[in-house]
Nanobody, 122 residues
Framework: PLVESGGGSVQAGGSLTLSCVAA??????????MGWFRQGPGEEREKVAT???????DYGEFVKGRFTISKDNAKKTLYLQMNSLKAEDSAMYYC????????????????WGQGTQVTVSS
């Protein structure tokens, strides 16, 4: 129900924008919270950013103003604009969603995309 795109390879300092399109039957601007998570090789999955139905946004501490999460309700699409990318940002990035913002923020949402790879070379 979630399909990501936009990953790729970029040099350090560069930018990428990830997109996640939600299935029609799933998306709801008023009930569905969405977010991005990432997992690097040999690492635990971590939250990148979440946005709930009231528009409240939470970022992982490592983001430090470099990433911006947003969504377009008309297009049923979630975005992650990533700037000033670092080698340590290299990971598989996953779109996630849940009708419970608590479950989403806890990293246990019911819906996951297949992931899109981001590779940053230094």
């Amino acid at each position: 129900p979630l399909v990501e795109s936009g990953g790729g390879s970029v040099q350090a300092g560069g930018s990428l924008t990830l997109s996640c399109v939600a299935a029609d039957y799933l998306y709801s601007a008023v009930t569905l919270s969405m977010g991005w998570f990432r997992q690097g090789p040999g690492e635990e999955r971590e939250k990148v950013a979440t946005i709930d139905t009231s528009g409240r946004i939470d970022y992982g501490e490592f983001v430090k103003g470099r990433f911006t999460i947003s969504k377009d309700n008309a297009k049923k699409t979630l975005y992650l604009q990533m700037n000033s990318l670092k080698a340590e940002d290299s990971a598989m990035y996953y779109c996630a969603a849940d009708f419970s913002k608590t479950r989403l923020k806890a990293g246990t949402p019911n819906y996951w995309g297949q992931g899109t790879q981001v590779t940053v070379s230094s």
